[in-house]
């Protein structure tokens, strides 16, 4: 059974920094690819950065090219999500989501990621 649990949301001041982390479980992820999404209240759930398990391409949603950066330890079967120069925009629920289906050639769409955490709230004050 695929787990995906992610922790280190919170409640931060704008400009400051939090570090979320995905601890995957349940299967090998060596040809998947993960990603971070998240979801404010009232909009649709929207791309925010992936990494490949092998190789480590990483791609960024614009919005948050240069302030976030994502990163994996192999070892430790975790996922992270540096997240730097926080706005209030930032604020969302932060989903950790896995491709497997789709592999290493996953991108940036919702559809192409089989199995999803809980999420984690991320709340960013002005």
């Known amino acids: 059974q695929v787990r995906l649990v992610e922790s280190g949301g919170g409640l931060v001041q704008a400009g400051g920094s939090l570090r979320l982390s995905c601890a995957a479980s349940?299967?090998?992820?060596?040809?998947?690819?993960m990603g971070w999404f998240r979801q404010a209240p009232g909009k649709e759930r929207e791309f925010v950065a992936r990494?490949?398990?092998?190789?480590?391409?990483?791609y960024y949603a614009d919005s948050v090219k240069g302030r976030f950066t994502i990163s994996k330890d192999n070892a430790k079967n975790t996922v992270y999500l540096q997240m730097s120069s926080l706005k209030p925009e930032d604020t969302a629920i932060y989903y950790c989501?896995?491709?497997?289906?789709?592999?290493?050639?996953?991108?940036?769409?919702?559809?192409?990621?089989?199995?999803w955490g809980q999420g984690t709230q991320v709340t960013v004050s002005s």
């Open positions: 990494i490949t398990w092998s190789g480590g391409s990483t």
């Open positions: 989501a896995a491709a497997v289906a789709a592999g290493w050639g996953a991108s940036y769409r919702v559809s192409e990621y089989d199995y």
């Open positions: 349940g299967r090998t992820f060596t040809r998947s690819t």
